[in-house]
């Protein structure tokens, strides 16, 4: 037996054999035609979808989150579209709803969606983009704010010149449940805007109705693969089918009871994902930072209309787990900038904003939150408050602040230390569920709102292969990477294999005034690497002792781009000085360029320590003075 197959049955065993087996069914069924068959191609029309009722004010948002909506706005009306949260691209009004407008290719309209390859030539995602309908609520809100017709006749132009181009089961555009979902949410969003959602247009339910049957036959899909694909199938059949029975005297009899199965399956996939994939102190299996924040966009989108339709609570421990995922996030959320760890897959993804503030700003999600689940704000005012404002939740609620202590999150594989001004994340080895970036014992460092050592993101899901080695490879991550190589070998585009366990992986020490974590891991040819942090009167240290490679190890570091200057073994900037001793003889002491990507198709510059020695067993003490 080769190694890399028997890798790949050791990963297969631990993604499950019921994922597996059910992920083997959905290709297996999309070869033979067996969707086609099930899931036929309708052609239908559309009427008007949204009628602007008489709303006769809009919520008090302040004049520069007005100004920041209305600019968008425009922008959506003269056929710019704004991509991954962050970039215009000029794709026409309507949008060409198959164009890649990065590399100017078009994915082919016809057929359909089970015979789509996710990863032709064109990158999918950005052919979803324009067909999420994120653009619905934007419009919509600017309506409210505005009272010009034009929003609204834009709104109802793209949905029709959307349905006539994307007959239903037909294209790319179908082709993912979760994709279906996010409009189905969106749709919604619209209709409470303009406050329609009681008495919408049969277009409106049709659309419901159609998505929710687009999602249904291909749930299991969804569930096997244990992210977010299945929390937003399982919430949006939820919420679709929720909706649909809010109208009850506008859909037959049949629709009804169809709108009730789908209610009733949602919610109960619904608590089964949240118990499964949120561990109990917060993580989320995706490893993730904004996939984590996708989670709990959906949950509050969730909550939001459970409210609406006065349905039954979730059961505690569902609560529970929603608290817990909130709590997570807010805790790795600057309080100042609002910014994250840019660390796991992070492909742009920011779902059913209603707010003004830039994408890498989680503290909107958070707040939104915090008053859903926990019935307190976590910030005073801000624009993050607008969520709020635009769902008519009172935001008068007491504010109560975070406590930010140093932590470990054991199920999900990260520590949280705080110094003054000042704290680090760092990620290790504890995989439940497919890990998507190969780095363990990775360093982020923040101080005052500022990311001194930073994760390299992701870039791009379809991408040369250097470039996607790159970004979720080891060399991305402030870690030691050994002989050239990733800390697991890679099985494919989303799967590495021979997932890492630590040797040792201790809790948080406080003496003295000093706070400190350790841990240490072996890889599949038992190199061996442990990592001591402590953070002790405003100095961060950081002990690395590697043994057991063969030819190198490099220890990187990857810096705040500024102007960084090398004197001996002191590299030092504006920002901080970082000082590397070791008792190794040293090959490389030099910055080299690497990569960042803090937005989906978007990769800039920026300089990375790399400390390189040969092999032996060695320590590498790295100390970082911040400054001011």
Same mark, same amino acid.
């Given at each position: 037996?080769?190694?890399?197959?028997?890798?790949?049955?050791?990963?297969?065993?631990?993604?499950?054999?019921?994922?597996?087996?059910?992920?083997?069914?959905?290709?297996?069924?999309?070869?033979?035609?067996?969707?086609?068959?099930?899931?036929?191609?309708?052609?239908?029309?559309?009427?008007?979808?949204?009628?602007? +009722?008489?709303?006769?004010?809009?919520?008090?948002?302040?004049?520069? !989150?007005?100004?920041?909506?209305?600019?968008?706005?425009?922008?959506?009306?003269?056929?710019?579209?704004?991509?991954? !949260?962050?970039?215009?691209?000029?794709?026409?009004?309507?949008?060409?709803?198959?164009?890649?407008?990065?590399?100017?290719?078009?994915?082919?309209?016809g057929?359909?969606?089970?015979?789509?390859?996710?990863?032709?030539?064109?990158?999918?995602?950005?052919?979803?983009?324009?067909?999420?309908?994120?653009?619905?609520?934007?419009?919509?809100?600017a309506?409210?704010?505005?009272?010009?017709s034009?929003?609204?006749?834009?709104?109802?132009?793209?949905?029709?010149?959307?349905?006539?181009?994307?007959?239903?089961?037909?294209?790319?555009?179908?082709?993912?449940?979760?994709?279906?979902?996010?409009?189905i949410?969106?749709?919604?969003?619209?209709?409470?805007?303009?406050?329609?959602?009681?008495?919408?247009?049969?277009?409106?339910?049709?659309?419901? /109705?159609?998505?929710?049957?687009?999602? =249904?036959p291909?749930?299991?899909?969804?569930?096997?693969?244990?992210?977010?694909?299945?929390?937003?199938?399982?919430?949006?059949?939820?919420?679709?089918?929720?909706?649909?029975?809010g109208?009850?005297?506008?859909?037959?009899?049949?629709?009804r009871?169809?709108?009730?199965?789908?209610?009733?399956?949602?919610?109960?996939?619904l608590?089964?994902?949240?118990?499964?994939?949120?561990?109990?102190?917060?993580?989320?299996?995706?490893?993730?930072?904004?996939?984590?924040?996708? $989670?709990?966009?959906? $949950?509050?989108?969730?909550?939001?209309?459970?409210?609406?339709?006065?349905?039954?609570?979730?059961?505690? !421990?569902?609560?529970?787990?929603?608290?817990?995922?909130?709590?997570?996030?807010?805790?790795?959320?600057?309080?100042?900038?609002?910014?994250?760890?840019n660390?796991?897959?992070?492909d742009?993804?920011?779902?059913?904003?209603?707010?003004?503030?830039?994408?890498?700003?989680?503290?909107?999600?958070?707040?939104?939150?915090?008053?859903?689940?926990?019935?307190?704000?976590?910030?005073?005012?801000?624009?993050?408050?607008?969520?709020?404002?635009?769902?008519? =939740?009172?935001?008068?609620?007491?504010?109560?602040?975070?406590?930010?202590?140093?932590?470990?999150?054991?199920n999900?594989?990260?520590?949280?230390?705080?110094?003054?001004?000042?704290?680090?994340?760092?990620?290790?080895?504890?995989?439940?569920?497919?890990? +998507?970036?190969?780095?363990?014992?990775?360093?982020?460092?923040?101080?005052?709102? =500022?990311?001194?050592? =930073?994760?390299?993101?992701t870039?791009?899901?379809?991408?040369?292969?250097?470039?996607?080695?790159?970004?979720s490879?080891?060399?991305?991550?402030?870690?030691?990477?050994?002989d050239?190589?990733?800390?697991?070998?890679?099985?494919?585009?989303?799967?590495?294999?021979?997932?890492?366990?630590?040797?040792?992986?201790?809790?948080?020490?406080?003496?003295?005034?000093?706070?400190s974590?350790?841990?240490?891991?072996?890889?599949?040819?038992?190199?061996?690497?442990?990592?001591?942090? !402590?953070?002790?009167?405003?100095?961060?240290?950081?002990?690395?002792?590697i043994?057991?490679? /063969?030819k190198?190890?490099?220890?990187?570091?990857?810096?705040?781009?500024?102007?960084?200057?090398?004197?001996?073994?002191?590299?030092?900037s504006?920002?901080?000085?970082?000082?590397?001793?070791?008792?190794?003889?040293?090959?490389?002491?030099?910055?080299?360029?690497?990569?960042?990507?803090?937005?989906?198709?978007?990769?800039?510059? $920026?300089?990375?320590?790399?400390?390189?020695?040969?092999?032996?067993?060695?320590?590498?003490e790295?100390?970082?003075?911040?400054?001011?």
């Amino acid at each position: 037996m080769s190694y890399l197959f028997s890798v790949k049955l050791k990963t297969y065993w631990k993604l499950g054999l019921s994922s597996v087996a059910r992920v083997a069914f959905y290709r297996a069924a999309c070869i033979i035609g067996w969707y086609r068959q099930r899931m036929p191609i309708n052609y239908w029309g559309c009427g008007t979808v949204f009628y602007s +009722s008489d709303l006769s004010s809009s919520p008090s948002i302040s004049f520069e !989150s007005r100004a920041i909506l209305l600019e968008r706005a425009e922008a959506l009306l003269k056929g710019k579209l704004c991509y991954f !949260s962050d970039g215009m691209k000029q794709v026409g009004s309507p949008p060409d709803w198959f164009l890649d407008p990065f590399s100017g290719q078009r994915l082919s309209p016809g057929g359909h969606w089970s015979k789509v390859n996710e990863f032709s030539a064109a990158d999918i995602k950005t052919v979803w983009e324009a067909s999420r309908f994120e653009w619905v609520p934007l419009l919509a809100r600017a309506w409210r704010v505005s009272g010009d017709s034009r929003y609204i006749d834009t709104l109802n132009q793209w949905l029709h010149d959307w349905v006539l181009r994307n007959p239903f089961n037909a294209g790319p555009n179908w082709k993912c449940g979760q994709e279906a979902s996010i409009r189905i949410i969106n749709l919604m969003l619209g209709s409470f805007l303009l406050d329609v959602q009681r008495n919408p247009s049969p277009a409106l339910v049709a659309l419901i /109705e159609l998505h929710c049957s687009r999602i =249904r036959p291909t749930i299991k899909y969804a569930v096997a693969q244990n992210n977010n694909h299945g929390t937003s199938e399982a919430a949006a059949l939820y919420l679709g089918g929720s909706w649909l029975l809010g109208v009850d005297p506008l859909i037959p009899v049949a629709l009804r009871r169809q709108a009730q199965q789908w209610r009733d399956l949602g919610r109960t996939l619904l608590e089964d994902r949240v118990l499964h994939l949120v561990a109990v102190d917060g993580s989320f299996s995706q490893y993730s930072v904004n996939y984590h924040r996708v $989670l709990v966009d959906t $949950l509050c989108q969730v909550e939001v209309w459970r409210q609406e339709y006065g349905d039954k609570p979730f059961s505690r !421990s569902y609560t529970e787990r929603c608290q817990a995922a909130v709590e997570w996030l807010a805790q790795v959320t600057d309080a100042d900038t609002g910014d994250a760890p840019n660390m796991g897959a992070n492909d742009g993804a920011r779902l059913y904003n209603l707010s003004s503030t830039p994408y890498r700003d989680f503290r909107a999600t958070v707040q939104l939150a915090s008053l859903l689940f926990n019935k307190y704000k976590v910030y005073a005012e801000g624009s993050w408050n607008e969520p709020l404002q635009w769902l008519g =939740r009172n935001t008068n609620h007491d504010v109560v602040e975070l406590r930010r202590d140093s932590v470990v999150h054991k199920n999900g594989g990260d520590v949280l230390l705080h110094g003054v001004n000042s704290h680090a994340m760092i990620r290790f080895a504890h995989f439940q569920f497919r890990p +998507s970036h190969a780095d363990c014992l990775h360093f982020d460092l923040w101080h005052k709102g =500022r990311n001194i050592l =930073r994760d390299g993101g992701t870039y791009s899901y379809n991408t040369d292969p250097q470039f996607l080695d790159y970004f979720s490879g080891s060399r991305s991550h402030n870690t030691v990477q050994f002989d050239d190589r990733n800390q697991m070998p890679r099985l494919g585009r989303f799967l590495f294999g021979d997932w890492l366990s630590m040797s040792e992986c201790g809790g948080i020490e406080k003496y003295n005034g000093s706070v400190s974590w350790s841990g240490a891991y072996y890889d599949r040819q038992k190199a061996w690497h442990r990592r001591f942090v !402590s953070i002790e009167n405003g100095i961060w240290k950081v002990i690395d002792t590697i043994n057991g490679f /063969e030819k190198k190890a490099v220890l990187r570091w990857r810096l705040i781009p500024d102007e960084w200057q090398l004197n001996k073994t002191i590299c030092h900037s504006s920002h901080a000085q970082i000082s590397v001793v070791t008792d190794a003889p040293v090959n490389r002491f030099e910055l080299v360029t690497g990569w960042e990507s803090l937005h989906y198709l978007q990769k800039t510059e $920026l300089p990375v320590l790399e400390v390189e020695v040969g092999p032996g067993r060695w320590t590498i003490e790295t100390d970082i003075i911040l400054k001011d």
